[in-house]
């Protein structure tokens, strides 16, 4: 079979934010990549996730020439709001952070972005591409075959990224006896519905009610983005907008729900809670970035934040590698990259196992989960290190 071959230094696998990420950042420093998506743009952009993006990231952001949409629409948060016993709590983040804070600004937003500075760099970014195949990944000379349209292609390179994401074939091309997989499912899932609403306060509120967990979370001024935690077998179709917005109102204290406008869904999904680590994050001359190697549950919004610090090591790696031929960080990314991602994961899963409702476990858990967020509230301690987390370790 003929197959037209292409020669690159870094074929990137996935065109989500992971992915996008590392190319723009590695074409505006000249270093040559390809990356292949599976789906077409207008497909990744319809995928709503979540929407607080860390300091870190965003200066990431700027850095590869796509931050001044995000600078200027994106709210500045210093803070947001826990709901607990019908009472409101504040969490300080700027005070407790020693000054940070993070940025309001949505995924799809911020991919959005990146494909423009793509095509204001005039880079391409193949999609629609099937069958795609890493071979040789062990050698010094690893290449990628998939098909795009009626043709068969070829990208020889010196590297491969696995950016494509949980279900993607990356991970699964690393020998089974090498991998090994953590993983937490919970038993719940997120209904999240996006409206064409005012938000119904100027900062986030976390919700904790003897009827489950709920968020209350802001894309702009116009657009609300609200979740319920729901029992893991429910499906979109069993919840019509009236019967999410009457749960919603019952979950959140009055002097909140008296505020909420409430207005058609113009996207509404379920998200399962999963928590999953692969490790290592690289073998060979592949490297894993982002949801391919771990994912979150979504409380905190850890997931797109944890995929641009992979990112942030991997560029860094690229970098001395190819200005300076030092390949240490390539070797030594996995180790790097994970530090970071296990704390990530400790952080989300704390958070889930703070604020969601688990109905039939034993009653003592209930009381230390009470007694979690009676120690969070009063102590300063606790509060800096929620902060810490919130706004972003450092990289
Ligand atoms: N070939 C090419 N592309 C693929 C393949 C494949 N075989 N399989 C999957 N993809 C693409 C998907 O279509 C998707 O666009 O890879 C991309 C992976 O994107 P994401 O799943 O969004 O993962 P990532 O870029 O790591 O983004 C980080 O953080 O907030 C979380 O889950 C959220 O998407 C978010 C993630
Ligand atoms: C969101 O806006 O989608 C969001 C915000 C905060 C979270 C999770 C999701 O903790």
Not at 98 to 122: C, N, P, S
Not at 130 to 139: F, G, M
Not at 344 to 364: A, I, V
Request: aromatic share 12%.
């Amino acid at each position: 079979m003929s197959r037209s071959v292409k020669k690159t230094k870094v074929c990137i696998i996935g065109g989500g934010p992971s992915g996008l990420l590392l190319s723009q950042l590695l074409n505006v420093n000249g270093i040559e990549c390809i990356v292949l998506e599976k789906e077409t743009r207008e497909y990744v952009l319809g995928r709503i996730r979540a929407g607080v993006i860390e300091h870190g990231y965003a200066k990431l952001m700027r850095e590869a020439k796509c931050g001044d949409r995000m600078d200027k629409e994106g709210e500045i948060h210093e803070g947001f709001q826990i709901a607990f016993d019908g009472k409101l709590y504040r969490m300080d983040l700027k005070k407790y952070s020693g000054g940070e804070t993070v940025i309001v600004y949505g995924q799809v937003e911020l991919t959005k972005d990146l494909y423009d500075a793509h095509d204001r760099l005039g880079v391409k970014i193949i999609h629609k591409v099937e069958n795609v195949v890493l071979h040789d990944i062990k050698s010094t000379a690893p290449f990628v075959t998939y098909r795009c349209g009626d043709e068969d292609f070829q990208i020889d390179c010196e590297y491969i990224i696995g950016a494509d994401g949980f279900h993607g074939v990356s991970r699964k091309s690393i020998p089974a006896d090498v991998l090994t997989e953590y993983e937490k499912v919970y038993p719940f899932g997120w209904l999240g519905i996006l409206s064409r609403t005012k938000p119904v306060s100027p900062e986030l509120v976390y919700v904790k009610s003897e009827r489950g967990f709920a968020l209350c979370s802001i894309r702009s001024q116009v657009l609300s983005r609200y979740y319920i935690q729901v029992p893991m077998a429910d499906k979109v179709e069993d919840w019509s907008d009236d019967a999410f917005w009457d749960e919603l109102k019952r979950r959140l204290p009055a002097e909140v729900s008296k505020n909420l406008i409430t207005g058609p869904s113009i996207e509404k999904s379920i998200a399962q809670a999963r928590s999953f680590v692969a490790e290592p994050m690289s073998y060979g001359r592949l490297f894993l970035a982002g949801d391919a190697a771990h994912i979150v549950p979504p409380t905190g919004a850890r997931g797109l934040n944890t995929a641009a610090s992979d990112i942030y090591y991997l560029y860094h790696a690229m970098l001395d590698y190819y200005k300076k031929g030092d390949s240490s960080g390539l070797q030594h990314y996995s180790e790097k990259a994970l530090a970071r991602v296990w704390k990530n994961q400790r952080f989300s899963w704390w958070m889930s196992m703070l604020l969601h409702g688990f109905p039939g476990r034993n009653q003592y858990e209930d009381k230390l989960q009470n007694a979690e967020m009676d120690y969070l509230f009063s102590s300063d301690v606790a509060q800096r290190s929620f902060a810490e987390h919130y706004v972003g370790l450092p990289y």
